[in-house]
């Protein structure tokens, strides 16, 4: 439900990287050269996607919040609900405890991002 508003950013988002990407040199060349339009596509896409991962882990976050704001809004039982609740009763440990899930789920996608980095694009190698 959270990630529904966010669809339409990453189809403008993907779209108009596409259409940058039509452009490029190796485009050009792949379609010159006779490759079929959906391995061409393929290629495109994959350098196409890129900042599209970049954004998808940085709204992860953002996606966290909202959470916590719809599940207090619908009375959903859930981390959210336990976080109004603990700040509501000032239970400092449980805020602090839902902060640390919080920010090592930000780590967990920013490292996931970096791992599809290198399967997306070939010139990212890690040493």
């Given at each position: 439900m959270l990630a529904v508003t966010q669809a339409a950013f990453y189809t403008r988002m993907v779209r108009g990287n596409m259409l940058?990407?039509?452009?490029?040199?190796y485009i050009r060349t792949a379609r010159a050269k006779?490759?079929?339009?959906?391995?061409v596509i393929r290629h495109a896409?994959?350098?196409?996607?890129?900042?599209?991962?970049?954004?998808?882990?940085?709204?992860?976050?953002?996606?966290?919040?909202?959470?916590?704001?719809?599940?207090?809004?619908f009375n959903i039982p859930g981390i959210g609900g336990l976080v109004v609740d603990a700040i509501q009763d000032a239970n400092f440990p449980?805020?602090?405890g839902t902060t640390l899930v919080a920010s090592f789920a930000v780590i967990a996608a920013n490292l996931v991002v970096d791992i599809i980095y290198a399967s997306l694009d070939p010139r990212v190698t890690y040493s």
């Open positions: 940058e990407v039509q452009g490029e040199d006779g490759l079929p339009e959906r391995s896409l994959r350098s196409a996607l890129t900042p599209v991962v970049t954004m998808y882990g940085l709204d992860l976050g953002i996606l966290m919040g909202g959470a916590i704001i719809t599940e207090a809004i449980v805020i602090m």
